[in-house]
């Protein structure tokens, strides 16, 4: 595969998809959607394969779409009213259609048949959580931190997989204020699996995925959808399908429009830190301080 935001390695069953753009944080864009999704295919239909760990090189293992293009596509939109010939108002159905080809590809670590399992490093946010959390185990170091900072404005989870990881109430407590998570806290939650010394991420989230492909694939595959059905049952899909169509909602706003319009002004940068200033954290304060 000729891809320039992955690589991917193979080694004792377990096959490793590498971000590596840590330049850019290994933010989302439409090509790391698409590689993303054409590595996973790849590995699940690899007889050879029989664990997928999701890895990522640089400070950051995720930080989120990157707000350079999307903010940039919105505002290429057509305003409230479409008065100049020609032009037309959001589309919901396309926003939807849009977005939910991002979702699409998270999904595949969620209904890929082998395991998938993620070592993360450093910021794994916004868009980052909607896809590492769909990833079957979680390993992070210590100085990981978690978040969802668009439930601030302009977005809402589309993987919407935070009640089933974490439970109601935690849930509603991150998102209801957009703070971060450190790794440890994240571990005590339930929210991923463990949280390791940095140093030894690499080495531990290695460790486990190894162990899990000395299994047969037979059992690793029966065992995952036995696992996946209870989630299922509790109507994911119909929560996935929600927090979707609410993220289209969320950025087309008043809020979410005044975000991009304001992003357009100063730089999406600054836009980010304007609105996460008065909540004292993420790139706010500084690195050592511990979540809340």
């Not at 595949?108 to 868009?127: D, E, F, H, N, S």
């Not at 979680?138 to 997989?161: D, H, K, S």
């Not at 059905?229 to 994911?236: A, L, R, Y």
């Amino acid at each position: 595969m000729d891809a320039t935001t992955l690589r991917t390695e193979t080694e004792a069953g377990v096959r490793s998809i590498v971000f590596c753009r840590p330049e850019a944080y290994n933010t989302i864009t439409p090509a790391l959607r698409d590689e993303l999704a054409a590595a996973i295919d790849e590995a699940d239909a690899d007889r050879d394969v029989r664990v997928i760990l999701l890895r990522a090189e640089g400070p950051a293992f995720c930080a989120g779409y990157g707000l350079d293009w999307s903010t940039d596509a919105q505002a290429r939109e057509a305003g409230p009213g479409a008065s100049r010939p020609g032009e037309r108002v959001w589309d919901s159905v396309a926003d939807m259609r849009m977005i939910g080809s991002f979702v699409d590809t998270y999904m595949k670590l969620w209904y890929a048949r082998k395991p998938t399992l993620a070592a993360v490093q450093g910021w794994c946010i916004g868009g980052g959580t909607d896809m590492v959390l769909c990833c079957d185990c979680i390993v992070a170091g210590e100085g990981a931190r978690f978040g969802y900072p668009p439930a601030r404005v302009w977005g809402t989870p589309t993987t919407a997989m935070w009640v089933y990881r974490m439970g109601l109430e935690r849930a509603k407590r991150y998102l209801l204020t957009g703070d971060e998570i450190s790794a440890r806290a994240a571990a005590e939650m339930g929210m991923i699996l463990e949280a390791v010394p940095d140093a030894e991420l690499e080495e531990r989230a290695w460790a486990l995925a190894e162990r899990m492909a000395r299994l047969p694939t037979t059992q690793l595959v029966m065992l995952k959808l036995l696992c996946n059905q209870t989630v299922e049952n509790m109507g994911m899909a119909s929560s996935r399908t929600l927090g979707t169509l609410f993220d289209g909602v969320a950025r087309h706003t008043q809020e979410g429009l005044d975000f991009v319009a304001r992003a357009g002004e100063v730089g999406f940068r600054q836009a980010v830190r304007e609105r996460d200033d008065p909540f004292g954290d993420y790139g706010s304060r500084p690195r050592e301080e511990e979540s809340k």
